[in-house]
């Protein structure tokens, strides 16, 4: 490939008026193809009219230059050609006149004929010969940029360059001229430099997209090439697999950027405000908090956090633990403000910020994993006594009764735990929805229905598995480190707008949080962990049925022996904090597959806003931790189905039992208004 445009190692510096200057862009280096179109995407401001300018020798750089087929470039020239978003036709000629212009200008060397074979080649081009004798007070804002794109191109220009050239149109518009664009630059093979704040525009028409940094300093911060075959359609783009994981690259780039440059201007306005040294030292905006958690041996870390006095350490002087038995009534605290914070089901963010079971969205916002592991399905005395000892076994004493009603127990329809029984059932044929009839209730509720022989299995943390086999009214059938060893259970949710306006308060929480998992898998301090767990403001349970599993050997049934589950209980090792895209993409999948959401297909998107890393990235690195895993591995689960994170619709359409896949774009609420304005509304 011949390198046509070499911007080399580029900075460009402004002098400013108050004196000192202005870094616009630092080392920025770009070798661009032959024949390539290459997009320049940034926030406003960051740089890229300014980069575009210096291609153009509008411009100079301040340090390094830009040399075009061997040659540098100092000013303007014909072989670059620039269309602007504001047309910049001449008002007094027509479009035929506008384009001679460009052209008689350039090439002198060519006979008249021959120019104006060219010009009207040209007019046909952008399909404006009806309106080649029209001045551009006539024309539409579409016209007017077909007349600048059809005037740029006639001249032959090595590389042709657009500043934002759609920007000022209406989308139905805008959609027809990039595809008028794209076809021809494919057909002259013409070199494109374009800037553009429009996603799905560049990565309609480009071979690379180039991402630029905020400024000051801006520079060249990712580039993704797009390789959708050529010539291209847009609905073929837009439907190609790779589509909405490349669109998810850009988005997620440019919402870092954006959150880099809120921090920056919090930083800048704390310095700048003249409060005395004693308030701004304060370390978070909010040291009375709540937290909202569902009293298991899950509920670990919160409880280790309080009684061991990290919330204290991290500046979280009053953390108040509110403990509930239903994951519904912590939702909706947190939904409606009641609470600050609260330890949730793994799937409870994503299907909070989606809006599940046609309740309505509220943006959640997740920092970090709270505990892995630690579920298993109990089945019923009656089914041990009829024989069933597996899945295979569950199977078949299932199809044959056909007659009688089945059914299980779950906490709640997006806990980890469901989604992995789900998953199980199905492996084994078993359809959940079909073949059993499952009903959301408390443990405590589970663990008395089964006794009763109401229900014939269920899933449930500790200690509502171990109770069923000591009191002989159920036995475990498999624990989740069967289906999915080290798979995340618990995690930290807040909403996504507290995120925003307690920044500092979550990155202490999760720094708190991360410092009690690792004293939880402190197997020396698990002791001392039970006596806390079992104290009345806590899980108000006698400590010896807090041990199975979590301390002591685990016993599935009276009649095995108790087998010491090493990993049953993880908080700390392995990372275990660290959230993972892989796993919430799983997630995805199986809310998709259970049609409890539709799947989303900017599912990229929606993981980065759901998952913020960034903040459990700052609390890691604050503790001399690592701040992030590589979640790009497949997961294989325990019927040797392997989930490859990379292309989640493939998996989905592999998985036998299912309901039909909705596949959706999820357009998120904005974030709530605050409290005062709310209460105002809601009195009117
Ligand atoms: P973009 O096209 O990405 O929106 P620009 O390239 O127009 O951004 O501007 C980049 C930065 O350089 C901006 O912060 C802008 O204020 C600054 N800038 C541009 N031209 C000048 C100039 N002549 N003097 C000082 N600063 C400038
Ligand atoms: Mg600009």
């Known amino acids: 490939m011949t390198i046509l445009v070499d911007v080399d190692h580029i900075d460009k510096i402004y ?10 862009l630092r080392n920025v280096d770009l070798k661009i193809n032959q024949g390539e179109f290459v997009s320049l995407i940034g926030h406003s401001g960051c740089g890229k009219s300014t980069l575009l300018n210096i291609i153009a020798g509008f411009e100079q750089a301040s340090i390094g230059g830009v040399v075009l087929s061997g040659k540098q470039i100092t000013s303007p020239g014909p072989d670059r050609m620039m269309v602007f978003q504001n047309y910049s036709l001449l008002p007094w000629l027509t479009v035929r006149q506008n384009i001679a212009l460009a052209v008689d200008k350039v090439m002198t060397d060519l006979p008249a004929a021959e120019r104006k074979d060219i010009i009207e080649k040209h007019i046909d081009l952008v399909g404006l010969r009806a309106a080649a004798d029209k001045r551009p007070g006539a024309l539409s804002g579409g016209m007017k940029q ?18 934002e050239p759609f920007g000022a149109l209406d989308a139905l518009t805008r959609g027809n001229l990039q595809e008028q664009l794209m076809q021809i630059c494919e057909e002259y093979k013409t070199t494109c430099v374009m800037v553009t704040h429009d996603v799905d525009e560049a990565l309609l028409l480009s071979d690379r997209v180039v991402m630029l940094t905020n400024g000051p300093e801006a520079h060249i911060g990712r580039i993704l090439n797009v390789d959708f075959p050529r010539p291209r359609k847009r609905m073929e783009v837009v439907n190609d697999p790779t589509y909405y994981p490349n669109r998810g690259e850009i988005i997620n780039f440019l919402n870092q950027q954006k959150r880099d440059k809120r921090r920056k201007a919090r930083k800048v306005s704390e310095e700048k405000t003249s409060i005395p040294a004693v308030t701004a030292v304060k370390t978070v905006e909010k040291s ?20 061991k006095g990290f919330f204290a350490k991290h500046g979280l002087t009053q953390v108040e633990l509110i403990p509930d038995s239903s994951w519904q009534t912590i939702a909706d605290g947190l939904a409606n403000q009641r609470l600050d914070c609260a330890q949730l089901l793994a799937g409870m963010p994503l299907a909070m910020s989606i809006g599940a079971d046609r309740k309505r969205p509220t943006p959640i916002v997740t920092a970090m994993v709270l505990a892995r592991n630690g579920n298993a ?9 009829d024989g069933v000892r597996n899945l295979k076994d569950l199977k078949k004493a299932i199809a044959a009764t056909p007659d009688q009603p089945h059914s299980f127990g779950l906490v709640d329809s997006v806990s980890m735990g469901s989604l992995l029984t789900r998953y199980w059932l199905a492996s084994g044929g078993i359809d959940p929805d079909r073949d059993l009839s499952l009903s959301i209730m408390s443990s ?28 002989e009214t159920g036995f475990v059938v498999a624990t989740d480190l069967e289906i999915w060893d080290g798979h995340q259970n618990k995690v930290l949710g807040v909403r996504e707008d507290w995120a925003q306006e307690n920044p500092k308060t979550h990155v202490a929480l999760v720094k708190a949080l991360i410092e009690a998992c690792e004293y939880c898998d402190d197997r020396r301090n698990r002791e001392e962990i039970i006596k806390m767990l079992a104290k009345p403001e806590y899980l108000n349970l006698p400590a010896e049925q807090l041990r199975p599993g979590f301390i002591d050997p685990f016993q599935r049934s009276l009649d095995q022996a108790p087998e010491m589950l090493v990993r049953f209980n993880q908080y700390y090792v392995e990372q275990s904090t660290c959230p993972r895209r892989a796993e919430a993409l799983w997630i995805l999948t199986q809310m998709a597959r259970w049609n409890i959401t539709p799947f989303p297909k900017n599912w990229t998107e929606v993981l980065e806003r759901v998952y913020c890393r960034d903040t459990y990235g700052q609390a890691a690195r604050e503790l001399g931790l690592p701040d992030s895993v590589d979640d790009h591995e497949s997961v294989k689960l325990f019927d040797g189905l392997v989930f490859n994170p990379d292309d989640p619709m493939s998996y989905l359409a592999s998985l036998k039992i299912s309901h039909e896949i909705r596949v959706e774009e999820i357009v998120f609420e904005e974030a709530p208004a605050p409290r005062s304005l709310r209460s105002k509304s809601l009195a009117a």
Not at 377 to 385: F, M, Q, R, V
Not at 445 to 462: P, T, V
């Open 15 to 24: 002098p400013l008026k108050t004196g000192g200057e202005y870094v616009a």
């Open 146 to 163: 077909r007349t600048a794109i059809a005037r740029a191109l006639a001249i032959r220009p090595k590389v042709l360059l657009l500043d």
């Open 288 to 307: 009375v908090v709540t937290l909202g958690y569902v009293p298991t041996t899950d509920a670990a870390p919160l409880v280790v956090a309080k009684e």
């Open 377 to 385: 399905i109990t089945l019923s005395k009656k089914l041990y006594d």
């Open 444 to 471: 405590a509720e589970m663990k008395n229905q089964i006794s009763k022989g109401f229900i014939d299995g269920y899933l449930a943390s500790e200690p509502w598995n171990s109770a069923a086999v000591k009191d």
